[in-house]
């Protein structure tokens, strides 16, 4: 079974259209976040969310919303899509007081 | 954040040891030092973490200077497999806090 999945593994859209990449994780975890990896291959923190508290990069634009229907579950919304949103998103998951993070093989986004 | 420095680079024979550094001359009396690796086309693995002594598990080894501002990854035996990038990352304490990345160091290991 796998850990973090993710869905789609791909995704082509045109510019201005409203996306959703889906992410699950059957680890039990408290704690999910979602990563951007730009093309130079940089990995960002977009979020961080448990039940309690959603922490949220401040460099990531108000158009990325995170959504979490229950505790397996942290959905990202991209509204209006521009061109630099093209990028690799990566969901991952971890328990408090653990030290690892797990993480989703990823979306490719491409905004054509 | 304390920020951590590694080669860009670095090259191996194959099922020769690896060691990997990491200069992380900040860093602060609660920051836990984290290796992750990312093979091509996949998301990050965690490969091991350490606090202030080293550390050795089923994948690899992480020494720790004494002054804690720098540490080495160390793979004993390195495979095809283990070509990827190495990030070494500071995490405050040891949960529930994001990964900063840095740039990494992209291991190639030829046969």
């Known amino acids: 079974d796998t850990a973090v999945s993710q869905t789609p593994k791909y995704l082509v859209t045109q510019m201005g259209n409203d996306k959703s990449i889906k992410c699950e994780q059957n680890?039990?975890?408290?704690?999910m976040y979602w990563y951007k990896q730009d093309s130079k291959k940089f990995l960002k923190i977009m979020f961080s969310?448990?039940?309690?508290?959603?922490?949220i990069n401040e460099t990531v634009p108000n158009r990325f919303s995170p959504k979490s229907p229950d505790k397996a579950h942290l959905n990202l919304h991209i509204n209006s899509l521009e061109l630099g949103d093209s990028a690799v998103y990566f969901c991952?998951?971890?328990?408090?007081?653990?030290?690892?993070?797990?993480f989703g093989p990823g979306t490719r986004l491409t905004v054509t | 954040d304390a920020k951590t420095t590694q080669p860009n680079s670095m090259e191996s024979n194959e099922e020769e040891p690896v060691h990997l550094p990491c200069n992380h001359s900040?860093?602060?009396?609660?920051?836990?030092i984290h290796w992750y690796r990312q093979l091509p086309s996949q998301g990050p693995e965690y490969v091991i973490h350490?606090?202030?002594s080293n550390v050795n598990n089923r994948m690899a080894s992480l020494a720790i200077a004494e002054d804690r501002k720098s540490s080495t990854l160390i793979l004993h035996r390195a495979t095809l497999r283990d070509a990827a990038v190495y990030y070494c990352?500071?995490?405050?304490?040891?949960?529930?806090?994001?990964?900063?990345f840095g740039k990494g160091t992209s291991l190639l290991v030829t046969p």
């Open positions: 991952a998951s971890s328990q408090r007081g653990s030290n690892e993070q797990y």
């Open positions: 680890l039990g975890h408290d704690t």
């Open positions: 969310y448990n039940n309690k508290e959603l922490i």
């Open positions: 900040t860093i602060s009396g609660t920051d836990y």
């Open positions: 350490g606090l202030t």
């Open positions: 990352i500071l995490r405050y304490s040891n949960s529930g806090y994001a990964l900063n």
